[in-house]
C-alpha cells in the first residue's frame, strides 16, 4: 500500500503535465507542418475543357446586373456595370449539354476604352471527383479579344494549393441578346 501510494501521485503529476501541454499546444498560433501527413504529396496538372453560358436576357437569364455608375448608360464599354452571375459550365457548346459545374461571382466593366472586364469568379464543380472543388479566378478579360487568359489564383477541395490559368475564347456571342458562349482550356497545378 506505501508502495502504490507514489505511484499513484506519479502518474496524476504526469497527467498534470501532459494536460497542461495539450493545453498550451491547443492555443498555439503557428506551427510548422510536413506537407505528406496532410496528402499534399504530388502536386498533378490537370486540364479541364468546358463551356461558360452568359445568359443575360431571355425568360432564364442567369447573368443579373446590379450596379452602374453615373456614365455608364452613355460609355461605349459600359464602364461601371457590375453583373452578378450564376452561368452554367457544360462539357459541350450547347447549354443542353451536361453540367459540370457553375460560374458564380461578379464581373465589372472596368476599361474605358476597349470593352475589358474584371472577372472575379469562383467556379464550382459538380462533376465527378471535381464535384464540390472550386477555382476562383481573378483576371482581366477583354471580349473582343481572340483569347484571354485569366489567372487562377486559388481553390478548394480537389484543388488546394490551386495556381494557373484559364484561356477564355468566344464561341459564340449574339449581338442582338448580348448572350455569350465562352470556351475554357484550364491549366491548374493542385495537389
Ligand atoms: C440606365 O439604363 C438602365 C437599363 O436600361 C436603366 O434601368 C437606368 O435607369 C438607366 N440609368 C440612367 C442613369 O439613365
Ligand atoms: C455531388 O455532390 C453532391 C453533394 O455531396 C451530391 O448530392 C451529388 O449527387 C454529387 N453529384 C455528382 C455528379 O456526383
Ligand atoms: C439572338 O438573340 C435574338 C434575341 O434574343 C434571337 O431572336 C436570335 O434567335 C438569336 N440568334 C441566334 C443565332 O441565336
Same mark, same amino acid.
Do not use: W
Given at each position: 500500500?506505501?508502495?502504490?501510494?507514489?505511484?499513484?501521485?506519479?502518474?496524476?503529476?504526469?497527467?498534470?503535465?501532459?494536460?497542461?501541454?495539450?493545453?498550451?499546444?491547443?492555443?498555439?498560433?503557428?506551427?510548422?507542418?510536413?506537407?505528406?501527413?496532410?496528402?499534399?504529396?504530388?502536386?498533378?496538372?490537370?486540364?479541364?475543357?468546358?463551356?461558360?453560358?452568359?445568359?443575360?436576357? /431571355?425568360?432564364?437569364? %442567369?447573368?443579373?446586373? *446590379?450596379? #452602374? +455608375?453615373?456614365?455608364?448608360?452613355? $460609355?461605349?464599354? =459600359?464602364?461601371?456595370?457590375?453583373?452578378?452571375?450564376?452561368?452554367?459550365?457544360?462539357? /459541350?457548346?450547347?447549354? %443542353?449539354?451536361?453540367? *459540370?459545374? #457553375? +460560374?458564380?461571382?461578379?464581373?465589372? $466593366?472596368?476599361? =474605358?476604352?476597349?470593352?475589358?472586364?474584371?472577372?472575379?469568379?469562383?467556379?464550382?464543380?459538380?462533376?465527378?471527383?471535381?464535384?464540390?472543388?472550386?477555382?476562383?479566378?481573378?483576371?482581366?478579360?477583354?471580349?473582343?479579344?481572340?483569347?484571354?487568359?485569366?489567372?487562377?489564383?486559388?481553390?478548394?477541395?480537389?484543388?488546394?494549393?490551386?495556381?494557373?490559368?484559364?484561356?477564355?475564347?468566344?464561341?459564340?456571342?449574339?449581338?442582338?441578346?448580348?448572350?455569350?458562349?465562352?470556351?475554357?482550356?484550364?491549366?491548374?497545378?493542385?495537389?
Amino acid at each position: 500500500m506505501a508502495q502504490t501510494l507514489p505511484n499513484y501521485k506519479n502518474a496524476i503529476f504526469t497527467l498534470f503535465i501532459f494536460l497542461h501541454l495539450l493545453d498550451a499546444q491547443s492555443h498555439q498560433f503557428s506551427r510548422k507542418l510536413s506537407p505528406e501527413p496532410l496528402g499534399f504529396k504530388n502536386q498533378k496538372l490537370t486540364h479541364l475543357h468546358f463551356y461558360f453560358h452568359d445568359t443575360v436576357t /431571355g425568360d432564364h437569364p %442567369t447573368a443579373f446586373p *446590379v450596379a #452602374r +455608375a453615373s456614365i455608364t448608360n452613355t $460609355s461605349s464599354t =459600359l464602364f461601371g456595370l457590375v453583373m452578378v452571375v450564376d452561368d452554367p459550365l457544360t462539357v /459541350g457548346p450547347e447549354l %443542353t449539354s451536361k453540367i *459540370v459545374g #457553375r +460560374a458564380q461571382g461578379m464581373y465589372a $466593366s472596368a476599361s =474605358l476604352n476597349d470593352i475589358g472586364l474584371l472577372m472575379n469568379l469562383n467556379y464550382v464543380f459538380v462533376e465527378g471527383e471535381y464535384n464540390g472543388s472550386t477555382l476562383s479566378i481573378l483576371g482581366s478579360n477583354h471580349v473582343f479579344s481572340k483569347v484571354r487568359e485569366l489567372p487562377i489564383v486559388g481553390g478548394s477541395g480537389a484543388f488546394r494549393f490551386a495556381r494557373g490559368y484559364a484561356l477564355a475564347k468566344t464561341y459564340s456571342f449574339n449581338t442582338t441578346s448580348g448572350d455569350a458562349v465562352v470556351e475554357y482550356n484550364v491549366y491548374v497545378q493542385h495537389y
